[in-house]
């Protein structure tokens, strides 16, 4: 067996995530301190996920835990896979990134998740997260909409547009349909960004499995009037 990590010295850390966020509630800076990498290979699998580490320690601490909950599970999925079954190994990779809005303030994390335990093709999906840098919470849609659920109603027609003008072949009318109801287990993968708002669709939920990963941007002029106030000013 291989393990390796690869970070930011533990002390170095934990000493930038102690000193970073002020007394008077101002954003921390920068807002990502480093990366954390776990490479570990056996004879029967091999991981290799990466996480970025956010200044606010609340957030990187979410983080860190979401990614050990997922390592924890692949490995659970068959412990004593060994090659003699299944004549290769399983795999899981996690890959990231990240973007800034509000003058840094918000900082999104999209983890890109690969797992392959067998079967005609790796299983893949997004999870992403808008912190704020302030106290490391994690923005939902109730913190984004004053009215979530009749934004979503306009945000849907929107996705639906976009996805019909760009999936061509791949697309299924039915699948397309429900995978982008106004729900908000539809629409709770999302990032932030100077542009707008983007959506992320994970494969099976909008387009069949060739299609891949969708994403659809909400642009900043749709956006803002959807918005919180406080936070489309911060936006501007």
Known sequence: MRTRFAALPLLLLLTLLAGTASADAAFCTPGVLGEI????????????????????PAAARQLRNHVARTVREFKETDPEHDLSFFPHPYELI???????????RLLSVRLHTMVY???AHPNNWPDTWVFDLVDGRALTLDDLFPAPGGALRILATCVRAELRATLGEMLL????QSGTDPTPDNYARFVLTERGLTFFFAPYQVAPYAAGEQRVT???????PLLRPSLAAMLR
């Open 37 to 56: 990498r776990e490479i570990e290979t056996t004879r029967g699998f091999r991981v290799d996920a990466a996480y970025p580490v956010p200044c606010a």
């Open 94 to 104: 996690v890959q990231y990134e990240t973007t800034a809005a509000a003058g840094g």
């Open 117 to 119: 335990t067998g079967g």
């Open 173 to 176: 009318e039915e699948m397309l």
């Open 218 to 224: 909400i642009p900043m002029d749709r956006l803002a």
